[in-house]
Each structure stands twice: as structure tokens, then as C-alpha cells.
């Protein structure tokens, strides 16, 4: 039994708001995992006791910030990983989740009491709605943090607690929030439209960065809308979200019918994202306009534009049509592993040259990869710990489709195969493709299945070998990296895929694929989590 279960009966440590400040001055607050076990053991013990309702809203008030300031440092366990969650990875995501779910619980024992009538905390209903539907926030953002959707139970309670706010009059009070908002004040409203905003974004398309970038945004822009309880006139210029409060369903922009629907006028919302995107066009620095010190462009640009489309006009623009898909595709994750298929199963030997008897030999023996290693290993990959992966994308999995750009492909959880990291490289062979072709996960999303979304690089690779060129490059080992034609039809370069960090602009590669030859690398396209792909000319 775990420390934790034995424990889950006890009282808590303190029973006032002075026993927990006194609690929180010797708690071990740079201990994150620490902190968390017992920040968990202690709200759920407090919930289960019999206060008076003032005293356990102040109690909640003194740990609430702990809580956030644990929480964010405690998601470095989980957030950004490869999926899959490994065992340990998904404990802590577990564990995170149940003490949101904990404060969320205190926060409505406490809403019990405002709803009664209690003298104490009446006055502080939204206060208290409002502390409920940041936690319920900053839970699901964990959840999208960790490619997953907020389930139905999520829902549910999200649009509870709001419509309680709104039943006592007190959806847009405003209230002190220095945790969450700094000096900004806050309001049931806004947290709700917050959680909203974000559930509207496809945060599991977007990095750890940009995730911080939206979740930012919303909460600064969130007060910008306006909740209706009759559907506006619809416009071409912004589309309004729709809720439904008597349901468990996520904001869409199906409308909703009863008297749970509501409608979110992102009107205001669009003016002010237009403008941006405008100046961001003419070179205005993003600081400038308030989105951030640490938003670079062109990406900043790019994640403003996509959340203008899901928040006010309906959908995203998509860069290409997709066309439903079934049949199996072939997969494999990582530079070495993806080089030792794209070749043809012959394994890549790294030789790194150390005396001039080598150099000289150079062009004989360093077939690294090619005619000199022909032999075919069928069982190279398991014993190298390459992972190889079968995805069956079969229509009955819905959504399931292609385009000339990528590929969006599934598998069931319980099947066996590697995890998969965001912006990692990867190669597949759709089903009405008979080679492998090379492209990155661009996202992926975990439920019952792990679905992944694939951007491909035009044209076949072929994978050869290179490192720096020159004296100084000497010692410097071969590499596996790959070369990707040019194609004028849609004005594609000849590009080269290579390892992190070795792009250099005007960089003189050595390479080698049955024979040696040069190319200087002269711009970088796209960089990923394993792989730089750049545009090449011969040397």
C-alpha cells in the first residue's frame, strides 16, 4: 500500500489558516515531486474534513499558489515527452491531474456554501466559481500538453460550474487573481472562455513553445468575448463559437438548441488579432504588440494566423485537400533508423578517420554506406533497437486520410511500437505508395489509439553519408543524412536532411554514397527535434 493510500483517511496537518501557514513555511517547496505528494495528501484530507466554509476558502487561498508554482515545475515530467507516456512519465501526468481534480473539489465544497447562503463566503461566490474554472483550466492544459483531448467528464463540469456563475449573477464580476493574472483582474466568465479558447486551438499540433504562446493569449484576450444567450446574426467576418452548458460536449461551431446554448461573439477578438497580424506583416516586432519577448517571427506569425481561423472563422485554412485513406502503412522513428530503411536495409557503419594511411585509403573504404556494405541484414534492425512499426489505417478508425502534403495515420495503444516525438523524423510508405518517403510528425494525439499527423518532404530520398569538409573536418565522422531532389513543378530546391547541428550556412559537406563527392549547404528550410533540412548546390 502506498504511502499516499494509507494516508487517505487521515486528517489534515491543519485544520486553520494560521496552522497552514505555519505548515507551508517548513514544507519543502523546491521539491517539487515532494510538494506535490503533499500538497495532494493534504487538499484531498481537507476535503474530506468538517470546516467552517471562511476558513477553508482561506486555506485554499494560501495553497493555491504553491500548487501552481509546484505544478509547473512538477509538469517537467510529462510535458514535451515522446508518445506513448512511459509508465513513470504517465504516473506523474496521473498525479498532477488528481491534485487539480483535488483543488477543483475544494474550490466547489466551498461554492456548496456560498449557494446555501453561508455568511462567510457568500459575497465571494465568484471568487470561488473563478478559482474552480482556472484549476479546471490549467488541467486541461496539462491534458493538451500531453497530446491528449479533455474527455466528456471535463466538459461536463467546465460548463457546470460556469452556468452556477451565471445562475447567481456573478459570471462577470471581476476578481483579484494575482496567481493566475498577475495585477490583471479576473472573472468566472473569463476563466471559462479561457478553457474554451484552448479547446478550440489543436494544441496537439502545436510545440511545447507554441502551446505556451496560445494558452497565453487566450487568457489575456478571453475577456475580449462576449457570452450570448441568443444566437447573433452571422457575418462573414467572424463566426461565433457555440456551447451547450447542459451538455458534456466540447465549443464548437455546430449550434447548440434549449436553453443551455450559448454563444461566444468573437467579434472584438478578431479586430484585435487582424490588427496584429497586420503589423506583424509590415515588420512590427512581436513584443511590441504585446504578444510576447519570447515569440519569434516567422513563427509567431504563423500560430496567430492558425488561432484566427479556429477562434473566429470557423476552421483553419489547410494547406491541402485530404482525401480518405485505408490500407496499411509502414513506419520507423529516428535518423539511423530511418536511413538504415530508406537504404534498403544495409546498415550504416560509422568510421571516423585518425591517421593519413586512413585518409588516404578514404575513397576506397569509405563506403560507409553503398556498394561496400551490401549485404542485407533482416535482423539488423531488432538487434540495433530500431523499431519498425506496422500501422494498419483502416476506415472503421474514421478520420484517416492523406494529401499531397502528408499523411494522417493510427494505431491501437495496445500495439506494440516506438514512441513518437513531436517534429521528430520519420519515414512512411502510404498505401498507395510502394517507397518509403521522408517527412516529421507534425502532431500527434492519444485516446484509446495513437493518431499521428505526417508532413512529407517532396520526392524520394536517397540516403547517403557526409560530414564537414577540410582539413579541420578531418577527424570528423561520416554521418547518416539523406538528399531529396528538386522539383520544379512546385518550385522544391534540392535539399539535404542532416543530424542537428550540422548545418552551417555555406557549410562544404563531404559525402559519399558509392563514391565520394562535395556539396555546400547555402539555406536552412525547416528544423526539427533530429534533423536540419536545408537547400544544396554541388561545390
Known amino acids: 500500500m502506498s504511502d499516499f493510500a494509507a494516508g487517505a483517511n487521515a486528517a489534515p496537518s491543519f485544520a486553520s489558516a494560521a496552522a497552514c501557514r505555519e505548515w507551508l513555511a517548513g514544507a ?10 503533499l ?7 481537507l476535503n474530506r474534513a468538517t470546516l467552517p466554509a471562511g476558513e477553508r476558502l482561506e486555506i485554499l487561498e494560501l495553497l493555491r499558489g504553491p500548487i501552481h508554482e509546484c505544478q509547473d515545475a512538477f509538469g517537467r515530467r510529462f510535458v514535451g515527452k515522446p508518445q506513448p507516456l512511459a509508465d513513470a512519465e504517465r504516473s506523474a501526468f496521473d498525479t ?10 475544494g474550490y466547489m465544497r466551498c461554492a456548496e456554501a456560498c449557494f446555501a447562503g453561508d455568511p462567510q463566503v457568500k459575497s465571494k461566490t465568484a471568487l470561488v466559481l473563478e478559482r474552480a474554472l482556472v484549476a479546471l483550466g490549467a488541467q486541461q492544459l496539462d491534458t493538451h500538453r500531453v497530446n491528449r483531448a479533455p474527455g466528456a467528464e471535463h466538459w461536463r463540469l467546465l460548463h457546470q460550474v460556469f452556468a452556477s456563475a451565471e445562475q447567481f449573477g456573478v459570471a462577470t464580476q471581476e476578481v483579484a487573481d494575482a496567481v493566475h493574472l498577475g495585477k490583471l483582474k479576473g472573472s468566472p466568465q473569463a476563466a471559462y472562455v479561457e478553457a474554451l479558447l484552448l479547446g478550440m486551438s489543436n494544441l496537439h499540433e502545436c510545440s511545447q513553445r507554441q502551446i505556451g504562446w496560445a494558452a497565453r493569449w487566450a487568457r489575456r484576450w478571453a475577456p475580449k468575448i462576449k457570452m450570448l444567450a441568443e444566437a447573433p446574426q452571422l457575418s462573414s467576418q467572424s463566426i461565433p463559437l457555440c456551447v451547450d452548458l447542459a451538455s458534456e460536449l466540447a ?64 476552421a483553419a485554412v489547410r494547406a491541402a485537400e485530404r482525401r480518405p485513406a485505408s490500407g496499411r502503412c509502414r513506419f520507423v522513428a529516428g535518423v539511423e533508423a530511418v536511413h538504415y530503411y530508406v537504404a534498403g536495409r544495409k546498415p550504416f557503419k560509422r568510421i571516423a578517420p585518425t591517421d593519413l594511411r586512413t585518409l588516404r585509403r578514404e575513397q576506397e573504404e569509405i563506403a560507409t554506406f553503398g556498394r561496400v ?10 538487434q540495433a533497437g530500431y523499431a519498425v512499426e506496422e500501422w494498419q489505417a483502416m476506415e472503421e478508425w474514421h478520420a484517416i486520410n492523406t494529401s499531397s502534403a502528408g499523411v494522417r495515420i493510427a494505431r491501437p495503444l495496445v500495439q506494440p511500437g516506438a514512441r513518437v516525438g513531436h517534429h521528430q523524423l ?11 518517403l521522408l517527412g516529421w510528425v507534425r502532431w500527434t494525439l492519444v485516446s484509446e489509439r495513437l493518431e499521428a499527423g505526417i508532413s512529407l518532404f517532396p520526392g524520394r530520398p536517397e540516403a547517403i553519408a557526409a560530414r564537414g569538409s577540410g582539413i579541420s573536418a578531418a577527424n570528423e565522422p561520416f554521418r547518416p543524412v539523406f538528399v531529396l531532389p528538386g522539383i520544379d513543378a512546385i518550385g522544391q530546391p534540392p535539399s539535404i536532411v542532416l543530424p542537428v547541428g550540422m548545418f552551417k550556412t555555406g557549410r562544404v559537406l563531404d559525402t559519399y554514397s558509392g563514391r565520394p563527392g562535395r556539396l555546400r549547404v547555402t539555406r536552412l528550410l525547416e528544423r526539427g527535434a533530429d534533423f536540419e533540412r536545408a537547400v544544396y548546390e554541388p561545390a
Open 96 to 105: 498532477s491531474s488528481a491534485l487539480w481534480h483535488t483543488l477543483v473539489t
Open 28 to 37: 519543502p517547496l523546491t521539491d517539487a515531486a515532494q510538494m506535490v505528494a
Open 426 to 436: 520519420v519515414a512512411v510508405t502510404p498505401p498507395e505508395a510502394q517507397d518509403w
Open 251 to 314: 465549443p464548437g461551431y455546430r449550434p447548440f438548441t434549449g436553453p443551455g446554448a450559448r454563444w461566444l461573439d468573437t467579434g472584438e477578438l478578431r479586430h484585435s488579432i487582424k490588427k496584429r497580424l497586420a503589423l506583424l506583416a509590415q515588420g512590427e516586432p512581436p513584443a511590441k504588440l504585446n504578444l510576447g519577448t519570447d515569440c519569434p517571427q516567422p513563427a509567431c506569425g504563423e500560430l496567430l494566423t492558425a488561432l484566427y481561423g479556429r477562434w473566429c472563422k470557423g
Open 39 to 45: 500538497l495532494l495528501r493534504e487538499v484531498t484530507a
Open 373 to 382: 556494405a551490401t549485404h542485407r541484414d533482416e535482423h539488423f534492425s531488432e
